[in-house]
């Protein structure tokens, strides 16, 4: 099967400005997650869509970070306007159901505010 | 809320020589565990996961991971490390799958020829 596409692999800007990055899970894979991954530590979520609807985005920085997943199957996570401290891989993963089958991970998107 | 903890950041080790990766959690209902890899500059690929049953579980390229539940870990060996070992390893836990994934901050395996 098709493995989780993201795209682009690599983003560099300058802060301030914004940027989208896009993700397509594995087809049939009902919930799709973002992760942030700053250089030396773990991901972290960002938010986990299940369908269309937001499951949980408690730690997604709403003033300047922002997600969707229309139709069910694509989605683009937004940054408006970047920080310095935004600098990190953005991970889409996405799961039949939950955690019970494991994620399938894409290869990432490396942004570098400058 | 769960946690987990990856006691070393990094760990090298000859190849050939068998390994031990360590992992911790905290989580007050019953867990799914995971271990991933991470090679440069690419996503994470599941090695292993322990959802219930037998302790001892066995992945791929080798690794298996035991999952203690009075200890609240669940290391990941291999007995023999090959060069294309080397990579970054995660451990992550999960609240019987109804959570997302919480991950260590990971661990740095070197294998030296």
């Known amino acids: 099967e098709a493995g989780v596409a993201q795209s682009p692999r690599y983003k560099i800007i300058e802060k301030r400005q914004s940027v989208a990055f896009w993700c397509n899970p594995i087809s049939g894979h009902a919930t799709l997650y973002w992760y942030q991954q700053i250089l030396g530590q773990g991901p972290k979520l960002l938010i986990q869509f299940q369908n269309n609807g937001v499951v949980d985005d408690s730690q997604l920085p709403k003033d300047r970070f922002s997600a969707e997943r229309l139709k069910g199957v694509d989605s683009t996570l937004k940054i408006q306007p970047a920080k310095l401290e935004d600098s990190a891989v953005y991970l889409c993963?996405?799961?039949?159901?939950?955690?019970?089958?494991?994620?399938?991970f894409g290869s990432g998107t490396r942004l570098t505010v400058v | 809320a769960q946690s987990v903890t990856q006691l070393d950041s990094q760990v090298p080790v000859f190849e050939e020589a068998p390994v031990e990766l360590r992992c911790n959690y905290s989580s007050s209902v019953s867990v799914y565990l995971f271990w991933y890899v991470q090679y440069p500059n690419q996503g994470l690929q599941l090695l292993l996961k322990y959802l219930s049953g037998s302790t001892l579980v066995k992945g791929i390229n080798g690794f298996e991971a035991e999952f203690n539940k009075s200890q609240t870990s669940f290391h990941l060996r291999k007995p023999s490390v090959h060069i294309s070992d080397t990579a970054e390893y995660f451990c992550a836990v999960s609240d019987n799958g109804n959570t997302p994934l919480v991950f260590g901050k990971g661990t740095r395996l070197s294998v030296i020829a």
């Open positions: 993963a996405s799961s039949l159901s939950g955690g019970y089958y494991g994620y399938t």
